[in-house]
Structures are given as structure tokens and as C-alpha cells.
């Protein structure tokens, strides 16, 4: 968490004086990818779904953003919803059909569902729906 903000900032201050372009997206999710969590992916829908909850007016730079994607993604209503959410995917009609067909084991689930790049997917997946995503693909 400490140096995260750092690296996309470097990289992507990289890419612009190489490319002229801002890839501040292409880039986070490029680095999600990779690393998983901590990284927070920056879209315009994640960043939407921040500034329609009032948690900053304005991200002028990656770290201000990540900052507060942290503090949400940290507060105790967000993990008692993922808590919650966790608790409840094994029971949920898709996971069940997964599990009856033999798509899923259940350690994998239990592995999955335990994950700190699970929680932060669902964190971005929510924001990002708050944001005004309409259909997940």
C-alpha cells in the first residue's frame, strides 16, 4: 500500500513522456492484472462511482484517488458488506450450479472468496456500478 500510488505515478509518467497520452486506466488495470491488491484500478466509472459517494470532489492524482479508494475499501461498512457478500456466495444459485457441475471445487471457492484480490475486485466492481456501469460483462 505504501508504494503502490508511487509506481503507477512513475509508470505513468513513463508512458506519457513516451507516448504523449495519459493511460491511467490502461495502466492500473494492466498492473491489477499482475499484482493484484493492493492496486486499486482507476476508470472513469470506478472514479464516478467514488465522487458519487462524496469521498473526494476531485482526484487530481492517482495517490489522491488510491487514498481514498483505500479509506473505502478500509471502512467498516465496506468490509461488513463483503463480509457478508463472502458469506453468502457459497449459498448463491450461480456458485451452486458451479459446484453441481463440477466447474468449481469448493477449496477453490473457499480459496477465492478468502482473497484479499477477491475483495478488492468486488470493491472495484461496486464503485464502478455506483458509477453507472449498467451490465457486467
Avoid at 505515478?9 to 499484482?35: D, R, V
Avoid at 471457492?109 to 484479499?116: D, E, R
Wanted: net charge positive.
Amino acid at each position: 500500500r505504501e508504494n503502490a500510488p508511487d509506481i503507477i505515478e512513475h509508470e505513468l509518467a513513463n508512458m506519457k513522456q513516451a507516448y504523449g497520452s495519459n493511460f491511467l486506466s490502461a495502466i492500473t488495470k494492466a498492473l491489477w492484472m499482475m499484482k493484484q491488491h493492493p492496486v486499486a484500478i482507476y476508470d472513469s466509472y470506478a472514479r464516478e462511482g467514488m465522487r458519487r459517494r462524496r469521498l473526494s470532489p476531485r482526484y487530481p492524482s492517482y495517490s489522491v484517488y488510491y487514498r481514498a479508494w483505500v479509506a473505502f475499501f478500509d471502512h467498516r461498512d465496506t468490509r461488513n458488506g463483503l463480509d457478508d457478500a463472502i458469506a453468502w456466495l457459497p449459498e448463491s444459485p450461480f456458485v451452486q450450479n458451479l459446484l453441481k457441475t463440477g466447474e468449481l471445487i469448493d477449496s477453490e471457492l473457499q480459496s477465492l472468496a478468502g482473497s484479499m484480490w477477491f475483495r478488492n475486485r468486488v470493491t472495484d466492481r461496486r464503485l464502478c456500478f455506483e458509477g453507472g456501469v449498467v451490465e457486467f460483462k
